[in-house]
């Protein structure tokens, strides 16, 4: 039930984009996006085909290694550091993610934002789908 709440937020909220709410994803979230049944993958690959594609740079894997050694992310999940990177090197507002456990809580929040800056960048904000929507509490 929870997943497919999950779905439909993400579905509402794409349904907002707009001139002024561009999305972007990295090439590792198209990476992840084609993963999984072929089925499944080609109807999320679809979703994300017009959104633009942030490519991963030498800058944002050295990013991505400051947030890891903050501990902003578990250094188990090298991964998540490099999505925030390569929007915040991106230029993003936000990070729009379901992922609580790594990048979408309020104690890590606290240390990518503090890492992202030091190193001189502005941190995106991160929210889940619900809580861009405003239907978070």
């Not at 090439?27 to 109807?43: F, T």
């Not at 490099?82 to 936000?94: E, R």
Request: net charge negative; aromatic share 8%.
């Amino acid at each position: 039930m929870v997943v497919a709440g999950h779905q439909q937020a993400t579905q509402d909220f794409w349904a907002l984009l707009s001139d002024d709410l561009v999305p972007h994803v990295s090439a590792l979230v198209v990476k992840e996006a084609g993963n999984g049944s072929r089925e499944q993958a080609l109807k999320r690959l679809d979703a994300i085909s017009s959104f633009a594609v942030l490519r991963t740079t030498t800058h944002a894997e050295q990013l991505a290694q400051n947030i890891l050694t903050a501990k902003g992310v578990p250094s188990e999940y090298p991964e998540d550091a490099l999505h925030i990177a390569v929007a915040a090197l991106g230029g993003m507002d936000f990070i729009v993610t379901w992922n609580f456990a790594h990048i979408n809580n309020p104690f890590t929040k606290m240390m990518i934002r503090q890492a992202v800056e030091d190193a001189g960048y502005a941190c995106p904000e991160i929210v889940s789908p619900d809580a861009f929507l405003g239907d978070e509490p």
